[in-house]
């Protein structure tokens, strides 16, 4: 009945949205979807009363061009008057330039299309048994054939489930190898500047060294001894090697609150004072407010991508109830007529 039949409908087009789901992700395919056909799918439609143009985009649910190549319209020529209306119809379809010299069998023709795993992402149809037994075996390649006055959206084998799994598990190592060389990049990062450490300290000590030769005798010997106190460098030297290992401020748990001063205090400062304590007062602020508005753009921003989110989760789940009113709303309406 008429409620049975809409059901029916209903889960063919979930099924096949769940099929190019499959394959846009695993395999890239994506819309306008172009279905490469052979003469037996065309002739099979024509006896069927499929309007090829305008029932392949109902049923892929997405644009779709069907396509021929002219070894497919040279194979129908050749048919005769038995499939002149298939010709007709192969004629009006959109036209596909053969990569290969010559004139070949429908069967090579798209076989030579769709090799190298389908790397231009076509659609095939195809009604010879031979050309679908290729099409299983070769990933990536959905698959449509017609069933009576039906078109079919054959699901994917296990050929393809298995090369999905196969580029999922070959994603993976790739990060893992990425990772590895950002590893041993970050290791030889380390090594230079440790060498150039080195090196850096080294023409120092040369430096001091050829300062001490140039001096004369009782000014270098008290500079030798000077620098023999701070181990072979000077004070101004020793601050420069040990800049970078200093830290940059102390730390904030360690160190007690700095208090700050009674009015009374404030009185008795100088007119410089006063002016240095101002300016600290202002720095402070400037930096209090700036450590403010970074924590509050970054509120924001959380804000907003948990919004897309929420929104993102409502759609989907507007999606599923709208499916699922329709399944209880065929539903009813089986029901009713039943």
């Known amino acids: 009945d008429l409620g049975s039949n809409g059901l029916m409908k209903h889960k063919r087009a979930k099924r096949i949205r769940r099929y190019f789901r499959f394959y846009r992700i695993s395999f890239g395919i994506r819309p306008p979807y172009r279905v490469a056909m052979d003469g037996d799918f065309i002739q099979a439609a024509l006896e069927g009363r499929i309007m090829l143009r305008d029932q392949l985009p109902k049923l892929l649910q997405e644009d779709t061009v069907p396509c021929v190549t002219r070894c497919v319209l040279h194979d129908l020529r050749k048919r005769g008057n038995m499939y002149r209306g298939a010709t007709m119809i192969a004629e009006k379809s959109y036209m596909l330039r053969c990569e290969h010299p010559g004139v070949l069998s429908p069967l090579k023709c798209i076989e030579r299309l769709i090799q190298g795993g389908n790397p231009h992402g076509f659609l095939v149809g195809a009604q010879n048994i031979e050309l679908r037994r290729t099409i299983r075996a070769t990933p990536g390649v959905p698959l449509l054939f017609v069933r009576g006055s039906v078109p079919i ?3 994917p084998s296990e050929a393809e489930e298995k090369a999905a799994l196969d580029a999922k598990m070959q994603r993976s190592l790739q990060e893992a190898v990425a990772f590895e060389k950002q590893q041993k990049k970050l290791a030889r990062e380390k090594r230079r500047r440790e060498r150039e450490q080195a090196e850096k300290e080294a023409r120092l000590t040369n430096g001091s060294v050829q300062q001490l030769r140039a001096m004369q005798p009782g000014d270098a010997a008290a500079a030798s001894t000077s620098s023999s106190s701070n181990g072979g460098l000077s004070k101004k030297q020793k601050a ?59 509120q924001e921003r959380k804000q907003k991508q948990l919004q897309e989110q929420q929104q993102q989760q409502q759609q989907s789940d507007d ?20």
Not at 277 to 282: G, H, Q, V
Not at 319 to 338: F, G, M, P, S, Y
């Open 153 to 155: 959206v054959e699901a």
């Open 240 to 298: 420069l090697l040990n800049k970078k290992k200093k830290p940059k401020a102390p730390n904030p748990l360690s160190v007690k609150k700095r208090k700050k001063p009674k009015q009374q205090d404030i009185l008795q400062l100088s007119k410089e004072e006063r002016a240095k304590l101002k300016a600290a007062r202002a720095a402070e602020l400037a930096k209090k407010k700036r450590k403010e508005r970074r924590k509050r753009k970054l």
């Open 319 to 338: 999606e599923d109830d709208q499916d699922d009113q329709e399944a209880a709303r065929v539903k009813r309406r089986r029901t009713n007529d039943n």
